[in-house]
Nanobody, 115 residues
Framework: QVQLVESGGGLVQAGGSLRLACAAS????????IGWYRQAPGKQRELVAV???????NYAESVKGRFTISRDSAKNAVYLQMNSHEPKDTAVYYC?????????WGQGTQVTVSS
C-alpha cells in the first residue's frame, strides 16, 4: 500500500505561483512513476506532469515552460512548482503513484486561479 497526501493548494491570481507538495508513505520503495493530475469542473482528469524513478519527466503541453515537477527521494516527496498561472489551471490537483501495476491517488488539493 502507498499513501499520498497533497498540500499547497489555494487561491492565486493569474500570473502568480504556487508550489504543491505530495508526501508519500507506506511501500514507497515500490513506486516507479509519480506525478500530478488535475480535474476541472465538468472535465475529465488529465495528466499534468510525471517523474519516473530515474527522474525522467513528462509534461502536458498546456503546462510546459510554466510548471516544474521534482522528486526528493530522501524526503519521499514530489513537488510541482507552478508559475505564470492562468485561469484555466483552476482544478483539483491529485498526486498519483504507480507501484507494481497499481495506481494510488491522494485526496486532492484545490487550486483556484483568479483573473
Amino acid at each position: 500500500q502507498v499513501q499520498l497526501v497533497e498540500s499547497g493548494g489555494g487561491l492565486v491570481q493569474a500570473g502568480g505561483s504556487l508550489r504543491l507538495a505530495c508526501a508519500a508513505s507506506g511501500s514507497i520503495y515500490r513506486i516507479n512513476d509519480i506525478g500530478w493530475y488535475r480535474q476541472a469542473p465538468g472535465k475529465q482528469r488529465e495528466l499534468v506532469a510525471v517523474i519516473t524513478r530515474g527522474c525522467g519527466t513528462n509534461y502536458a503541453e498546456s503546462v510546459k515552460g510554466r510548471f516544474t515537477i521534482s522528486r526528493d527521494s530522501a524526503k519521499n516527496a514530489v513537488y510541482l512548482q507552478m508559475n505564470s498561472h492562468e485561469p484555466k489551471d483552476t482544478a483539483v490537483y491529485y498526486c498519483s503513484a504507480q507501484a507494481i501495476g497499481l495506481t494510488y491517488w491522494g485526496q486532492g488539493t484545490q487550486v483556484t486561479v483568479s483573473s
